[in-house]
């Protein structure tokens, strides 16, 4: 019976078994490995610093700007209400400023949403609450300018419609708009979490190539006493060069990276909050006097007036948030802001203490006066504190693209440069092994 064939995997691998056994065939194996293992390191490390750059540049101009403009969302929305019911307060005697006020603060909310409708996935959660917001803000709109339209006549009934838009405000939209913002900060931290962790997989892949090189090569000595092989050293320069323009770029962009975020981020987040928090209040301190005591709260048994209560928890949030952004303020130029705004709340909360005896004693005029008054008034202070947190936030807002841009700008041209140094790399050794090969020849 004849013997039976055998396969071509078998074939090949006893004629590989057989080149083994011999310097040129060995050599051809170390080569082919060498190559190999330079051109993985390549390919890894473009791969995992083209995804790395990718996350960073998102964070610079797509996350941060969305989770911002989520934020602007919110308090446009919040301060359209408080500058609704501060020109109710003024009742026939309403300021063009503070109607420009309510009207700019609504267009930049429509606005905010349409581009936020643009970055939103069809069909996710940040999509319906988008949606959800396009149709309330019309109805609130409705709702203020009847409001504003019964204050004019003398009617008290349009105080009713303050607060019905008031509470939709309250309770529908600026949940929403919170929702929104959550979603997009999730979005930020989920783009730092892709931007920052090291590339381990590629600083493995390299050291291990630079150690097979160094092996070859001392192999190489031990065999023919030759203390360099030039293609083999040319190799290990480029794979070096390689490695050392990972782990270096990495490290500087993560630490400007890692910087955008104490020093921008969380600074950013405290002062959005506490800037809210002013808006609310202020809204409250008007809401006040539109409602004269109509509105109440039970708490512990007492009965408070409800716009007065949500007053002192708003205030309570202003002055923590302005207490943990000095905290994160590393220098004076961050620090003067925040103080300036502490020393307004406090001027504030005094004005607001005297305006609320006067309303509780029965003197609404004077309270009135107080509050929205051209001289004196609390509302100068709210005006003092908004002021300070805007050039708060603006100054956070710059130190952020500065440390952001930074650090994706140290991982510039690094996918290429690895890829290129790479291929440079594997040449070269192939190369090495060919002119010892060439010796047998």
């Known amino acids: 019976m004849p013997p039976s064939r055998r396969t071509a995997f078998a074939e090949g691998a006893e004629r590989l078994r057989a080149a083994a056994t011999t310097e040129p065939g060995r050599l051809r194996i170390i080569g082919a490995v060498l190559a190999l293992l330079v051109v993985a390191f390549g390919a890894v490390t473009a791969w995992q610093t083209s995804a790395r750059s990718a996350a960073a540049d998102d964070v610079l101009h797509r996350s941060q700007p969305l989770s911002a403009g989520a934020a602007g969302i919110y308090r446009s929305l919040a301060d359209a209400n408080t ?10 005697q309403e300021t063009p400023d503070s109607r420009d006020r309510y009207e700019k603060d609504i267009s930049t909310a429509a606005a905010g949403l349409v581009t936020a409708a643009a970055n939103a996935e069809p069909g996710s959660a940040p999509e319906a609450t988008i949606a959800r917001l396009n149709r309330l803000l019309p109805e609130y709109k409705g709702l203020i300018e009847r409001a504003r339209t019964y204050n004019r006549q003398g009617y008290p009934v349009g105080g009713a419609y303050l607060r019905y838009a008031n509470e939709k405000m309250q309770k529908q939209m600026l949940p929403a708009a919170e929702d929104l913002y959550s979603t997009e900060n999730r979005r930020l931290t989920g783009d730092y979490g892709d931007a920052t962790p090291y590339p381990w997989a590629a600083i493995a892949l ?3 190539a ?9 192999r190489m000595y031990r065999r023919t006493n030759r203390v360099l092989n030039h293609g083999l050293v040319a190799a290990s320069a480029a ?6 323009w990972l782990v270096v770029g990495h490290a ?4 400007g990276l890692d910087g955008s975020y104490e020093h921008g981020i969380r600074s950013l ?3 959005h909050d506490a800037r809210i928090a002013s808006l609310k209040a202020r809204g409250n301190e008007n809401l006040s006097l539109v409602s004269r005591g109509a509105e109440t709260v039970t708490v512990g048994g007492t009965s408070y007036d409800a716009y007065y209560h949500d007053f002192d928890k708003d205030m309570a949030v202003l002055g923590k948030g302005l207490t943990e952004a000095a905290r994160l303020a590393d220098d004076r130029a961050g620090t003067a802001p925040v103080k300036a705004a502490e020393t ?9 203490a005297a305006a609320r005896a006067e309303d509780e004693n029965g003197n609404y005029q004077q309270a009135l006066d107080k509050v929205i008054g051209a001289k004196g008034a609390t509302g100068e202070c709210f005006d003092g504190v908004d002021r300070s947190l805007v050039r708060a936030i603006g100054r956070e807002q710059a130190r952020f693209r500065q440390a952001a841009g930074d650090g994706r700008d140290a991982m510039t041209g690094l996918p290429a440069g ?3 140094l790479a291929v440079l790399g594997a040449a070269a050794a192939v190369a090495g092994i060919g002119r010892r090969l060439s010796e047998y020849r």
């Open 252 to 255: 500087i962009a993560r630490s």
């Open 206 to 208: 390299g050291v291990l």
């Open 344 to 352: 307004d709340m406090a001027v504030w909360k005094r004005r607001h």
């Open 83 to 92: 500058a609704a019911s501060t020109g109710y307060l003024a009742g026939g």
């Open 210 to 218: 630079l150690a097979a090189l160094g092996r070859a090569q001392h």
């Open 418 to 420: 690895a890829a290129v």
């Open 269 to 271: 987040n405290v002062l």
């Open 239 to 244: 794979t070096a060069v390689a490695l050392l």
